[in-house]
Nanobody
């Protein structure tokens, strides 16, 4: 069964950094693109970043360009989201999802628990 588990969130001051991890099981990570999403209180879930199955294509939401990077280690079944220069508006629950390719609107499996990121002084 396809499963993705997010971790690495926490409380950080503005300007700080966090690295989120998305650990996958039940499928071969190298066969899927992985997208990171976030949902802030009272707002809809939005896409943050995506990395293609072999890492050759990457995209970012305009709001995080230049501050976030995404990477994957298929041998460890893990995708990472490195978040630098964090801002209060980055506060949200972050989720990852498996997709056939980054431009796809569909995803596989259910949403996980997510990991809370809070940026506050």
């Amino acid at each position: 069964q396809l499963q993705l588990v997010e971790s690495g969130g926490g409380l950080v001051q503005p300007g700080g950094s966090l690295r989120l991890s998305c650990a996958v099981s039940g499928f071969t990570l190298g066969d899927y693109a992985i997208g990171w999403f976030r949902q802030a209180p009272g707002k809809e879930r939005e896409g943050v970043s995506c990395i293609s199955s072999r890492g050759g294509f990457i995209n970012f939401a305009d709001s995080v360009k230049g501050r976030f990077t995404i990477s994957r280690d298929n041998s460890k079944n893990t995708v990472y989201l490195q978040m630098n220069s964090l801002k209060p508006e980055d506060t949200a629950v972050y989720y990852c999802a498996a997709k056939p390719y980054c431009g796809a609107t569909i995803r596989f499996g259910s949403w996980g628990q997510g990991t809370q990121v809070t940026v506050s002084s």
